[in-house]
């Protein structure tokens, strides 16, 4: 089961689906998985880590959330015109 969790995790992750749940979701899942094993832990708080930084900041641009409309844009920040990143538009 935690393999399938984690693998499905990881493709909304990618695609940006309901960005904040799943990271969410498996931060609690790591966090179980560390303390209950014998194994390294390293690794798992690293992608905790990263995880961390997912919940607060929520999706990208390019996620599919905001395309959805899961996730609207923040208060005060503005929605880039084409949906790229600004130094993409801007040829930086």
Known sequence: MGTVGESVGGV??????????????????????????????????????????????????????RVLGVEAVAPGRRRPASGRPSAVRSGV
């Open 12 to 65: 909304f992750l990618v695609l940006g689906l309901v960005s904040r749940l799943t990271a969410l979701s498996l931060t609690v899942h790591m966090c179980l998985g560390t303390a209950s094993a014998d194994a390294g832990t390293e690794l798992p708080l690293r992608t905790v880590a990263a995880l961390l930084v997912v919940l607060p900041a929520g999706p990208g641009p390019l996620a599919l959330d």
